[in-house]
């Protein structure tokens, strides 16, 4: 039998034909090359970083500008080094990986508890979907950033000791926010899809057939969710990006010595701005262009998907 | 769904939102310039505008900032005040004469000095504003109370000590204590002092305007106005000074002193002082109770190259006592540090029983250069062995309590015109902020020599001997001791900046 005609080799050709559609449009072939080469840093940044160490000081060169003026010509260090004596082209390389982590994670925690929330909701139906969707409604009233901050505040308070599992809960409390925060809307968005599928043929013939409910939701409802839920979810994954910066930016889930772009971008504001513009320059521009990127991205996705429709 | 022919008021609805936007951009722009109207942008002759942070209160027991301090000190005196070098300066006590025994003090009350309603001064509003701290029982009511205070003969002050202490004059120039009129109501509101400058208008949040005191004992200010503007940070201060909406602003961060050195419109002053940064590690408990787990901390840090990154070569390198430069003789000059070697550090530490290095917590507080101070010394402690994690503290809550009982941990200390307070609170044994828990036989010793005894050699020779035994062992690293700033416009001089910034004196500029 042909490789291809296998499940799994179907599955991989639908794959690659729908990184080809990605591709074929050149504002999501953009996007998509950005996210793909931050991918890239994130998982192989330390390799990368000339200086793995992101609070290395020993180089005695600090306030050392990109393009060096005196003497003309581009400086040993291609993003500068900060005041501190710290390399910033590998703190921002070094910093990807951290964004990617609590982003990525946080997001996929999201879509995971928003998906079965959703389906749950949609499926139920009745004072189960009313009684959740007003709760829904409140939390999503808040502004992101605001409720972020309140369950920062909440989860950071509580004393835990150290070592068990819920101090490094308390310790990735972004991670935990971004989860927390998005599971609504990602709720919200698979509840609706999930009212449309609910109505076809298919899933009243597995009722019929008897079939219990989490098979139909995860089996027969669910396949139908998955392409308006990736474009969901690459949706929230540019959100989340923007939230841990804003978050880093404030402090929190950041250290001194951590390269977090967010907390970056701060610590170099105000008089330490006259002194190196650059420290703050690029890890704005990182967050803007993988911002930019994976928006990009997921346009082109929901292109896809929607034609697929 | 658009009507075209929508109408709101008599226009159409496209020019009304244009208007409406005009209207409302107008309205917040003037809302936001508000603080500001009123303010030229250029400078009056004889008045000068001083950039400040907004004070909180105004009352002199509670009173503690640079702009709170600053206009009290603008519109009162102090029986004495410091100079730059921290020597006392004959203020509304013209002279002092010491007894043999050190135990009498008796200070001579100007006679020449009037509150601003006209009356003259006496050694009654001398007594009364001292008995009113003391019966408010903050910090002055600390300084003063071991000592009893008369009247004498022809408008003296006589002050009965219980044991001599050297210091004490210093207690005299404290910032809170101003001298009021004896009697005075609605103190923190209303201000009748002595000071240079008469209070002509308060607007909270906004500005300060005074005018020139011309009777003044010490002879008419040169400016015939000075204006205090606040400002909510301190970056709008440096934006003002640099636009010219400010002549004078004192206290700026390292950074932007830098940025105004190199500028010739600017005249940057600093002056070193005896505020300092410290780490200090808990000396009563595991690891900091081995004296060679402190050591192999002293010799993982380069003081050096910390002054240099965080202060910007800008005060001076410290030698892990609260004494430096700006106390002249007393400083260790000549007593070399150790150099940085973080090989020998590691040593140490596996011969105290780590020979894995430390894994601890550095307790910082998060606001100014301390952040900075904890990456750098992670950095430089991490080759050694020590590997700290940085957990940032709200200040606040940080000196609430944390500072008193986290193991590791970094702190600031204010800038004192002598360094016995410093070894009276925070390094005898059992001292009120003593937060490394330090307690040492020999130094308590010496501390108890230094803080009683009136000859010069024997003090100099004690305070030499504890910053040798807490350069060799203590519990403290101090790698630097931070600077005063001040930045004035084109055309003002004659300013002395104090190293407490409010205790900067104004009658003496002159503007051009």
Known sequence: MNNLQTTSGRQIKAMLKFFRDLMSQPLSAIGTVIVLFFLFLAIFGTQLAPYPNPNDQSHDVRLEPTINITKLQLGDYPFGTDRLGRDVFSRVILGTSSIFRTAGLGTLIAVIFGTILGLFMGYSGGLIDEILGRIIDAMLALPALLLALVLIGIVQNLDFEPGTWQSSLGDNAVLLVIAILYVPIVARVVRSTTLDIKTREFVEAAIIRGENASYIMFREILPSVIPSLVVEASLRFSYAIFLVASLGFLGFGASPTSPDWGYMVNDNRGGFYALTPWALEYPAMAIALLVIGVNLMSDGIKRIVQKGD | ?512
Request: no cysteine; net charge negative.
């Open chain 2, 1 to 512: 769904m658009s009507n075209k022919n929508s109408q709101i008021a008599g226009l159409s609805r496209r020019n009304f939102l244009k208007i409406f936007a005009a209207g409302a951009a107008g309205t917040v722009g003037s809302i936001a310039l508000g603080p500001l109207a009123g303010i030229t942008g250029a400078q009056e002759p004889g008045t000068l505008r001083v950039a400040w942070l907004t004070p909180a209160t105004l009352d002199p027991r509670s009173a503690s900032g640079d702009s709170e301090i600053a206009l009290l000190n603008a519109v009162y005196d102090y029986l004495i005040n410091t100079d730059s070098a921290s020597n006392l300066v004959p203020a509304l006590a013209s002279s002092w004469e010491v007894s043999e025994d050190g135990l009498t003090y008796t200070l001579q009350i100007r006679e020449d000095a009037t509150f601003h309603d006209g009356s003259a001064l006496t050694v009654d509003d001398v007594l009364w504003t001292i008995n009113w701290h003391i019966e408010a029982e903050g910090t002055v009511a600390g300084l003063l109370s071991s000592a009893t205070f008369e009247a004498g003969e022809g408008n003296t002050l006589v002050i009965t000590l219980a044991e001599t202490n050297p210091d004490f004059l210093f207690n005299l120039t404290d910032n809170k204590l101003v001298i009021l009129k004896s009697g005075a109501e609605a103190i923190g509101e209303e201000f009748n002092g002595t000071g240079a400058f008469v209070l002509e208008e308060y607007l909270p949040g906004s500005r300060a305007t005074f005018t020139a005191n011309e009777s003044y004992w010490d002879g008419a200010p040169s400016i015939s106005r000075l204006e205090f503007i606040f400002f909510d940070d301190q970056q709008a201060g440096i934006a003002a000074i640099q636009g010219g909406s400010a002549d004078v602003i004192l206290r700026l961060d390292n950074a932007s002193f830098l940025g105004f050195s190199g500028d010739t419109n600017f005249t940057a002053t600093d002056i070193p002082t005896s505020g300092h940064h410290l780490v200090r590690i808990r000396a009563d408990i595991e690891p900091g109770n081995d004296v060679r787990v402190r050591q192999a901390f002293k010799l993982a840090t380069d003081r050096q190259a910390i002054w240099e990154r965080i202060q910007l070569g800008f005060g001076a390198v410290g030698k892990d006592s609260p004494i430096g430069p700006a106390f002249g003789a007393y400083f260790i000059d000549d007593v070399a540090v150790p150099p940085r070697d973080a090989a020998a550090a590691a040593i140490l530490l596996e011969e105290a029983g780590y020979p894995d290095g430390l894994d601890m917590t550095l307790h910082v507080p998060n606001s100014g250069n301390f952040p900075d101070l904890a990456a750098t010394l992670a950095a430089q402690w991490e080759e050694a062995g020590i590997r700290v994690e940085i957990q940032l503290e709200d200040e606040n809550a940080y000196y609430a309590e944390d500072w008193l009982t986290t193991t590791l941990g970094v702190t600031g200390w204010g800038a004192r015109p002598f360094p016995q307070f410093y070894f009276d609170v925070a390094y005898e044994s059992g001292s009120v902020w003593n937060e490394s828990h330090y307690s040492n036989d020999r130094v308590d010793e010496l501390i108890a020599i230094a803080r009683t005894s009136v000859d010069q050699e024997e003090r100099t020779a004690a305070y030499r001997e504890i910053q040798q035994i807490m350069l060799d062992e203590g519990p403290i690293i101090v790698p630097y001791f931070f600077a005063q700033f001040m930045v004035t416009g084109a055309g003002v001089e004659g300013l002395e900046l104090q190293p407490f910034a409010g205790r900067t004196r104004f009658n003496t500029a002159v503007v051009s």
